[in-house]
């Protein structure tokens, strides 16, 4: 398309007038021709040459035709024939947008740079372009910056559609008054250092990707041939190579050793990538450790793209005191003025039961608290365990609740559990509390659609697990204690937190509203400066990779493309 536009004859209608007095004049006649072209080409496509059609067919974001209306069709980069600064000025950032982990041909970037240089071989000649191509030009510029700004605002994807269980609180903004304001006071690069998200987390990480890049230009690190473990103190034809990879990856310092024995630097520099892997920091470089460390550099920049990508969802503010609660790293970090002031190690759910991801406040503790059966837990492990047992109900201390008289239980004689279905099971499901509850001796409630919390446990030999995805969906914190603690101790005392643990009746202690966000990061960068790779536990980052090649998943292709008056849904 653009080879058409650019085959087309550039005219210039007149030569820049010599007399100062009729300079506002002229521009006001080319002002009045832009005008009429881009109304021509948003109004009238059905009816336009096939090369005008294509334009219009580019012009994909749904305030583009809100934009111009409002300007009752009037540019918004050229003052007469002469193209703002402000063009050149978001085409860096286009030209940048790599950097970021976005694509640069998603802003037309490709069609602007050939325009913007005839343009300039133009102006450079005191020649205005034709008046199509003047309104080409303009409204190929306002659908980039409204796509980028789009992107960096909200995303390129909308998780919802990523995700089945995902919710984020995304950032919103008015684009047409950001650059309105951006053209008229001349701050277009403030406006559009502004769109990024206010997260040093971010930052860093954008860092991170241009480190990356560059190590991959560079042609990565090498790949370790596979043979027996690694271990401190031995002897491997293969170290000199690993040393060589743990330069490039910045966990072993400059170092001119080249012998095969296992020294003491090499190690620490392998326990260091270890940890930031999230792998057993032993040492030893096994089949678990070799496979990581052999996973292309060109792998872990997408890694970090999809990561930027899910920092475009977040919201503005996580609340100046906070919990936070990686999934795919396990963990969760309560965090005041942006300093980690806690932090242990958490179960999350099975990858048939996802911990889904979502914000929502924190309002009250319950100790000693009954476990509900959940529906598909009472479906699939519970009632089959009933039926072959119904001595099972006691043994494991349940009860059944009624569901017709409030606070009444369901008598289990003479039930015929052979004939029970889940959809026909007599009651609710309730374990009472006490040691052998799942839920331990107290929950985090902070009410959401997905029914999820964080609770203490009975099973606590399981966060010995390096993976922990052991739950039904909710959150199992290893230190409950600490947490409780934490949140309660400065208000209750400690003597009455410990009757509340020993306390055999529920109890629900109200506190402070506290934000807490369920997060998915498989990589990041510690405030200390060290990038972290997580597994994709749940397929996370595989499901997001697709929907941002797929247009039926992305922000842009979702929106109603208005052109004139007349909505058309792609």
């Known amino acids: 398309m653009l080879k058409i536009l650019l085959s087309m004859t550039f005219v210039f209608l007149w030569a820049l007038p010599a007399i100062a007095g009729q300079v506002s004049g002229i521009d006001a006649l080319f002002d009045n021709e832009n005008r009429k072209q881009i109304q021509a080409l948003l109004e009238n496509r059905n009816s336009s040459p096939t090369s005008l059609v294509n334009v219009s067919r580019l012009l994909s974001h749904d305030q583009i035709a809100k934009l111009y209306e409002q300007r009752e069709y009037q540019p918004v980069w050229f003052d007469g024939w002469r193209l703002r600064p402000e063009a050149g000025i978001l085409l860096e950032y286009l030209r940048n947008a790599g950097a970021l982990g ?3 041909n998603d802003y037309l970037l490709t069609e602007l740079e050939g325009l913007l240089r005839i343009q300039t071989d133009f102006a450079r000649h005191s020649l205005p372009l034709a008046p199509t191509n003047r309104a080409v030009l303009d409204l190929f510029l306002s659908q980039a910056f409204l796509t980028y700004a789009t992107h960096m605002v909200e995303g390129q994807v909308d998780p919802a559609l990523a995700h089945v269980d ?12 950001l650059l309105d304001y951006a053209t008229r006071s001349h701050r277009m690069e403030q406006v559009l250092e502004g769109l990024s998200p206010p997260h040093e987390g971010y930052r860093l990480l954008v860092d991170t990707l241009q480190q990356y890049q560059e190590l991959s230009a560079l042609g990565g690190w090498p790949e370790i041939p596979s043979g027996a473990s690694i271990r401190p103190g031995g002897h491997d034809e293969r170290l000199p190579l690993l040393r060589t990879l743990l330069l490039k990856t910045g966990d072993l310092a400059d170092s001119v050793t080249t012998t095969t024995d296992y020294d003491t630097e090499t190690e620490e520099a ?7 892997h999230g792998l057993v920091d032993d040492g030893v470089v096994g089949p678990k450790t070799l496979e990581i460390m052999n996973i292309p550099v060109e792998e872990r920049i997408r890694q970090i793209e999809l990561n930027l990508e899910r920092w475009r969802w977040m919201p503005k503010n996580f609340g100046k005191r906070h919990i936070r609660v990686n999934v795919a790293d396990f963990s969760l970090k309560v965090v005041e003025d942006d300093e980690i002031v806690l932090q242990m190690p958490v179960i999350v759910g099975t990858r048939y039961r996802k911990t889904p ?3 929502a406040r924190m309002t009250y503790l319950e100790f000693a608290p009954y ?19 119904p001595a099972y109900l006691e043994e494991k201390h349940f009860r059944i609740l009624s569901r017709q008289e409030k606070g009444a239980f369901v008598d289990t ?3 015929d559990w052979d004939t029970v279905e889940a959809e026909t099971f007599p009651g609710l499901l309730r ?15 902070f009410p959401n659609r997905f029914n999820v919390y964080l609770h203490d446990t009975n099973e606590t030999y399981l966060f010995s697990n390096n993976v922990r995805s052991f739950s039904s969906g909710c959150i199992r914190v290893e230190r409950p204690r600490e947490l409780a603690s934490y949140l309660l101790e400065n208000e209750l005392g400690a003597e009455r937190l410990q009757e509340l643990f020993e306390a055999t009746t529920p109890e629900q202690v109200q506190i402070k509203p506290l934000p807490v966000h369920i997060q998915y990061w498989t990589a990041w960068v510690s405030p200390e400066g060290l990038t972290h790779f997580r597994r994709d536990v749940y397929f996370r980052d595989l499901d997001l990779d697709v929907a941002l090649t797929e247009p039926a998943y992305r922000v842009i292709d979702q929106l109603e493309v208005n052109i004139g008056m007349r909505p058309v849904k792609k």
């Open 371 to 389: 476990w509900t059966v959940p529906p598909t837990i009472l479906r699939e492990d519970k009632l089959p365990k009933i039926k072959r047992n």
């Open 431 to 445: 374990m009472e509390p006490g040691p052998w509850n799942p839920l331990g001796r107290v929950k985090f409630m």
């Open 270 to 276: 392998v326990r260091l990538f270890q940890f930031r």
């Open 102 to 104: 976005l694509c640069g």
């Open 413 to 415: 004689e003479g039930i």
């Open 166 to 177: 995902w919710r984020a609180r995304r950032r919103k903004a008015d684009l047409l008054k």
């Open 357 to 359: 991801v979502f914000s």
